[in-house]
């Protein structure tokens, strides 16, 4: 790709981004960013203007997604390509003081953003995950959320004990764990 493609493609989502922002886009206008690039192709302005109609926000970022299971790595890319409002997911990590299921590349941590207030995002990712034909699909083990466990064993929602703050206690990030 040459450097006046790439800049065309930056400045057709720029144009593009702040019409959107300012509600004044409409689909089959030509965003041309200030004098800075003349002509633009039609395939690059289609494009632009249709990942960003369509809400494709950027996936979230797994942190060491190379140590995950397959079926890690598959709840992972779920997460990514469903819930396009999570911004980060936990993977792999050395230690943990609960369970081996992270140190064996078996959980993740689903990270929620703006926690306090958005629970209800963080209850459709661990609800969908607990329901009978998900969890089978994906060798689901168990999910915990909001101090409240589901397990395969036990399919129902379960407080727990109290582990000592928002983190520990799952409040603001839904932990997946698959089966070995």
């Known amino acids: 790709m040459s450097n006046r493609t ?8 720029a144009s593009v981004t702040l019409a959107l922002a300012a509600g004044t886009f409409a689909v089959g206008t030509t965003p041309v960013s200030s004098g800075v690039v003349e002509s633009q192709s039609a395939a690059v302005q289609q494009t632009t203007s249709t990942a960003l109609l369509s809400g494709n926000a950027p996936k979230a970022k797994v942190h060491n997604y190379k140590r995950l299971t397959k079926k890690a790595k598959k709840v992972a890319n779920k997460v990514r390509n469903d819930w396009r409002a999570i911004k980060s997911i936990g993977g792999w990590r050395a230690g943990s003081r609960y369970s081996g299921d992270h140190p ?3 959980a993740i941590d689903v990270m929620i953003p703006k926690w306090k207030k958005n629970s209800r995002l963080g209850w459709s ?42 983190t520990a206690n799952h409040f603001d990030h839904v932990h997946v764990s698959v089966k070995r």
């Not at 790439?6 to 989502?13: D, E, G, H, Q």
């Open 6 to 13: 790439r800049l065309a493609i930056s400045a057709a989502t």
């Open 104 to 106: 064996g590349g078996r």
């Open 125 to 166: 990712i661990a609800k969908y995950f607990a329901k009978k034909k998900n969890a089978k699909k994906y060798k689901i083990h168990y999910v915990i959320f909001r101090q409240k466990i589901w397990t395969v064993q036990t399919p129902r929602w379960r407080k727990m004990a109290n582990r000592g703050g928002a």
